[in-house]
Nanobody, 123 residues
Framework: QLTLVESGGGLVQPGESLRLSCAAS????????IAWFRQAPGKEREGVAS???????RYADSVKGRFTISRDNAKNTVYLQMDNLKPEDTAIYYC?????????????????WGQGTQVTVSS
C-alpha cells in the first residue's frame, strides 16, 4: 500500500518556525514529484511548495523566502521548513505525490493524499 503520512504541525506564535515531515511508505519519494498543499477554514485548498524528481522546487508566492521544501532519499521523507510564520499560514497541511511531468502546484495532477497536519499560528 502506497501511503504518505504528514507530521510536525502544532501551535506557534507569529515569527516562529516549524518543520513538517511527509513520510512515504510503499514507494520511494525520489521516483515521484511531491508537493505540499494547505487548506484554511472556509478556503479552498492551495499549493504551497513542490519538489520534483530532479530536486527542482516551486513555491507559492505567499511563502517564497519563508518556506523551504527538501527531500531526504535515505529517510524516504519530504520536509517543509516553515520560517517566519504568519497567522495567515494557519491551515491543515497535506502532502501528495504525482508522476506528471511539470505537475508543479497543480492539484489535479496529485493523488495519494495524506491525512494532514494542523498548523496554527497565533499570538
Amino acid at each position: 500500500q502506497l501511503t504518505l503520512v504528514e507530521s510536525g504541525g502544532g501551535l506557534v506564535q507569529p515569527g516562529e518556525s516549524l518543520r513538517l515531515s511527509c513520510a512515504a511508505s510503499g514507494f520511494t519519494v525520489r521516483s515521484y514529484h511531491i508537493a505540499w498543499f494547505r487548506q484554511a477554514p472556509g478556503k479552498e485548498r492551495e499549493g504551497v511548495a513542490s519538489i520534483n524528481r530532479s530536486f527542482g522546487t516551486r513555491y507559492a508566492d505567499s511563502v517564497k523566502g519563508r518556506f523551504t521544501i527538501s527531500r531526504d532519499n535515505a529517510k524516504n521523507t519530504v520536509y517543509l521548513q516553515m520560517d517566519n510564520l504568519k497567522p495567515e499560514d494557519t491551515a491543515i497541511y497535506y502532502c501528495a505525490r504525482s508522476t506528471v511531468a511539470g505537475a508543479g502546484l497543480s492539484q489535479q495532477h496529485y493523488h495519494g493524499w495524506g491525512q494532514g497536519t494542523q498548523v496554527t499560528v497565533s499570538s
